[in-house]
């Protein structure tokens, strides 16, 4: 394995940041808003999206995969941490680092929504269409992306490459 050329710079992960941080400053305006970082990929996304936030915001993390029955999803979520505070009438931001075939997303929400809150958005910094394999949107979404594996900015294979500060392509050598 090899990470090869950069797909996303520091630079334009800043701007779209800021942009996507004024979109749901606009749409959630004035509201109080849960934001639910997903760990681990998304801890770096949701430290910098936060900060460009105008609102009335806590901030939480969860850990959660999917369980892969051969090459379909069963259904199931694993919770590996779960959230300290009850979301009951709260508005919830989900901050995820990629969609990637949308399993994990469409069970995440599907379990978040069962705890009775107002609302459930997620923001995914990438999103790879072509790999989804439901009907999963998110609502805010960085970048759309081929179908590479890339890491960076949060984003690992095999638990490394988290701290660099670009989006990299990782290629088979
Ligand atoms: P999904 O359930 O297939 O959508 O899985 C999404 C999760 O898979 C993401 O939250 C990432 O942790 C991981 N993932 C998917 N594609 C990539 C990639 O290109 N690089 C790093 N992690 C990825
Ligand atoms: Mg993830």
């Known amino acids: 394995m090899n990470i090869s050329k950069t797909l996303i710079t520091k630079e334009q992960i800043a701007e779209k940041v800021r942009k996507l941080a004024a979109r749901i400053n606009a749409d959630y305006n004035g509201a109080e808003l849960v934001v639910i970082g997903i760990l681990n990929g998304s801890f770096i996304f949701t430290a910098d999206l936060i ?36 979301i009951t009438a709260a508005d919830v931001l989900i901050v995820e680092d990629i969609i990637d075939s949308g399993a994990t997303a469409k069970l995440l929400v599907e379990t978040l929504k069962s705890r009775s809150p107002h609302s459930v958005k997620v923001c995914s910094l990438l999103n790879k269409q072509a790999r989804r394999v439901n009907d999963f949107r998110a609502d805010y979404v960085g970048f759309e992306i081929d179908d590479e594996f890339v890491v960076g900015y949060g984003l690992d294979f095999a638990g490394k490459f988290r701290q660099l500060k670009e989006i990299k392509i990782l290629e088979e050598v």
């Not at 609102?55 to 919770?79: A, P």
């Open 51 to 86: 900060r460009e936030l105008e609102l009335d915001i806590k901030v939480e993390f969860m850990g959660v995969s999917s369980y892969k029955d051969g090459t379909k999803s069963s259904g199931e979520l694993l919770i590996t941490k779960d959230l300290q505070l009850d």
